[in-house]
């Protein structure tokens, strides 16, 4: 083991006494990159520390902060970012910019920029689909809370038509929210699944004992989506499902999805699950 190339850098894990008994390597040869890629708010984050827990190996991500390293052999230095060292590579591509600023300005270069990440990719990576109900309230937290246990004032899902003002703070409103996300949602989706040059496996898990508990105050109401709202996310589902369709793939599971009610039903709201 090359003490040099063992990091010694997880903070997140340093005041767990299981976790921090991990550790991590770069990789001894050089490989070409491969996306660990996903809408904001579906789980990337944790799916990486998880990776590099469960098979020793780094994983990079394209956004700063992870750069500068301490090694279990005591020396310092910093890793190059595509340093073809690492197991996989986090990626979110323009979602983070098509939804927390200008949807209407990123629309005129994200399918082509996706495209562009797609072929330096190779099509080669993890592509990680959320139920998009729970990754728009996922990222809504976050763009508030700034970091993945963050949470968003309840104002910031009221359904009022004006823009919301907190504190100092004037936000856009959660209809327009959930309107730049979904196209997001469904665009990184679809343009990732035509994309992929190769399926090695497709991967369906239930939540089981693995899911953090729902025992603390929720900070959104029950119904979180008015109707027209939640169409709008049936409607890109159905878009995803199309795509995999033509893939070949199996569909999303969407009978396990929190919030999935079926569209009209013989000219009657069915209402949320």
């Given at each position: 083991?090359?003490?040099?190339?063992?990091?010694n850098w997880?903070?997140?894990?340093?005041?767990?006494?299981?976790?921090?008994?991990f550790?991590?390597h770069?990789?001894?040869?050089?490989?070409?990159?491969?996306?660990?890629?996903?809408?904001?708010?579906?789980?990337?984050?944790?799916?990486?520390?998880?990776?590099m827990?469960?098979?020793?190996?780094?994983v990079?991500?394209?956004?700063?902060?992870?750069?500068?390293?301490?090694?279990?052999?005591?020396?310092?230095y910093e890793?190059?970012?595509d340093?073809n060292?690492?197991?996989?590579?986090k990626?979110?591509?323009?979602?983070?910019?098509?939804?927390?600023?200008?949807?209407?300005?990123?629309?005129?270069?994200?399918?082509k920029?996706?495209?562009q990440?797609?072929?330096?990719?190779?099509?080669?990576?993890?592509l990680?689909?959320?139920?998009?109900?729970?990754?728009i309230?996922?990222?809504r937290?976050?763009?508030?809370?700034?970091?993945?246990?963050?949470?968003?004032?309840?104002?910031?899902?009221?359904?009022?038509?004006?823009?919301?003002?907190?504190?100092?703070?004037?936000?856009?409103?959660?209809?327009?929210f959930?309107?730049?996300?979904?196209?997001?949602?469904?665009?990184?989706?679809?343009v990732w699944?035509?994309?992929?040059?190769?399926?090695?496996?497709?991967?369906f898990r239930?939540?089981?004992?693995?899911k953090?508990?729902?025992?603390?105050p929720?900070?959104?109401?029950?119904?979180?989506?008015?109707?027209?709202?939640?169409?709008l996310?049936?409607?890109?589902?159905?878009?995803?499902?199309?795509?995999?369709?033509?893939?070949?793939?199996d569909?999303?599971?969407?009978?396990?999805y929190?919030?999935?009610?079926?569209?009209?039903?013989?000219?009657?709201?069915e209402?949320?699950?």
């Open positions: 083991m090359d003490l040099n190339k063992t990091l997880l903070d997140l894990w340093s005041n767990d006494t299981f976790c921090n008994q550790t991590v770069l990789l001894e040869e050089n490989l070409p990159p491969r996306a660990l890629v996903s809408f904001p708010g579906s789980g990337n984050t944790w799916l990486r520390m998880l990776l827990g469960v098979t020793g190996y780094y990079d991500t394209i956004y700063p902060g992870d750069e500068l390293f301490n090694s279990k052999a005591g020396s310092s890793l190059e970012k340093c060292c690492s197991l996989l590579q990626t979110h591509d323009l979602s983070l910019f098509s939804v927390v600023y200008n949807m209407a300005l990123a629309n005129k270069s994200t399918d920029r996706l495209n990440e797609v072929e330096q990719f190779r099509g080669d990576g993890i990680v689909i959320r139920n998009p109900f729970k990754a309230l996922s990222y937290n976050f763009a508030f809370g700034g970091n993945m246990a963050g949470l968003a004032p309840a104002e910031a899902f009221s359904q009022g038509p004006g823009p919301i003002v907190i504190g100092t703070r004037r936000i856009s409103t959660w209809d327009q959930i309107s730049r996300s979904v196209a997001s949602w469904e665009m990184l989706a679809t699944i035509r994309g992929l040059k190769r399926r090695t496996e497709l991967l239930q939540d089981n004992s693995f953090r508990s729902e025992s603390g929720k900070n959104y109401p029950k119904n979180p989506f008015t109707e027209s709202q939640h169409l996310i049936l409607k890109s589902i159905q878009n995803v499902q199309l795509a995999l369709k033509d893939r070949g793939l569909p999303l599971p969407v009978e396990m929190d919030f999935y009610t079926p569209m009209y039903q013989y000219g009657r709201w209402g949320y699950r």
